[in-house]
T-cell receptor
Framework: DGGITQSPKYLFRKEGQNVTLSCEQN?????MYWYRQDPGQGLRLIYY???????QKGDIAEGYSVSREKKESFPLTVTSAQKNPTAFYLC??????????????FGPGTRLTVT | GQQVMQIPQYQHVQEGEDFTTYCNSS?????IQWYKQRPGGHPVFLIQ?????EVKKQKRLTFQFGEAKKNSSLHITATQTTDVGTYFC???????????FGKGTTLSVSS
C-alpha cells in the first residue's frame, strides 16, 4: 500500500524541548515538503528537498531543521527556537518526472502541542 | 514574492445551493492547482490547470483558469454535505520546485 506516513498523529511537548516529526514515503518520489497549517493561514512551506542530501528553506524556516539522508525519509525537527510551535504539520511528496509530476501527495499530518 | 489570494475565507450554503471560490494573483501564474481538505484530514489533489482560459469539469465541480493566467475559480453546482471542507488553490513558484498555497476557502453545508 503506497503512500506517506507521518507519526505520531498527536504529539505533546514541553516548551524548550526539541522534537522531531517523522515523514516516510514509499512512492519513490524525489521531492518532499514540510508545511505548517494554522487556522485561517493556509499551508505555509517550511522546508523542501528535491533530492537526497539537499534541501531548501521555505517561507517560514526559522526555528526548524531538516535532513534528507534517504529518499524515503524527510524528518523535521522543531527546535526550542521556534516561538510558536503549536500547529498542524503536514508532509508531502511529489514525483519530479512523469505524467503526474506536479501533484503533491500529503501525509495524514502530526498535530503538535507545546505547553 | 509570489502570492495567491483566495476569497472568500468562509462560505456557508444550504444543501443544493451553488458555491464558488476565487483565487487571484498579481503576477502571471504558470499553472494553478486545486486541493480539498476534509475536516480533520489532509489536502488531496483535485486538478491542475495550465492553459489560458482552460475550463475543466469533474462531475459537479468546474475549474477555470483566467485568460491572463492571473486568476482561477472553483465552482460547485448543487452542493452536497460531502462537499464540506477547505478548498485551496496553489501555484508553482518561479523555479517550479515548490507550491505557493492560498489561505483556503472553508465551505460548510447545512441540510
Amino acid at each position: 500500500d503506497g503512500g506517506i506516513t507521518q507519526s505520531p498523529k498527536y504529539l505533546f511537548r514541553k516548551e524548550g524541548q526539541n522534537v522531531t516529526l517523522s515523514c516516510e514515503q514509499n512512492l519513490n518520489h524525489d521531492a518532499m515538503y514540510w508545511y505548517r497549517q494554522d487556522p485561517g493561514q493556509g499551508l505555509r512551506l517550511i522546508y523542501y528537498s528535491q533530492i537526497v542530501n539537499d534541501f531548501q528553506k521555505g517561507d517560514i524556516a526559522e526555528g526548524y531543521s531538516v535532513s534528507r539522508e534517504k529518499k524515503e525519509s524527510f524528518p523535521l525537527t522543531v527546535t526550542s527556537a521556534q516561538k510558536n510551535p503549536t500547529a498542524f504539520y503536514l508532509c508531502a511528496s511529489r514525483a519530479t518526472s512523469g505524467r503526474s509530476s506536479y501533484e503533491q501527495y500529503f501525509g495524514p499530518g502530526t498535530r503538535l502541542t507545546v505547553t | 514574492g509570489q502570492q495567491v489570494m483566495q476569497i472568500p475565507q468562509y462560505q456557508h450554503v444550504q444543501e443544493g445551493e451553488d458555491f464558488t471560490t476565487y483565487c487571484n494573483s498579481s503576477t502571471t501564474l504558470s499553472n494553478i492547482q486545486w486541493y480539498k481538505q476534509r475536516p480533520g484530514g489532509h489536502p488531496v489533489f483535485l486538478i491542475q490547470l495550465v492553459k489560458s482560459g482552460e475550463v475543466k469539469k469533474q462531475k459537479r465541480l468546474t475549474f477555470q483558469f483566467g485568460e491572463a493566467k492571473k486568476n482561477s475559480s472553483l465552482h460547485i453546482t448543487a452542493t452536497q454535505t460531502t462537499d464540506v471542507g477547505t478548498y485551496f488553490c496553489a501555484s508553482a513558484n518561479q523555479a517550479g520546485t515548490a507550491l505557493i498555497f492560498g489561505k483556503g476557502t472553508t465551505l460548510s453545508v447545512s441540510s
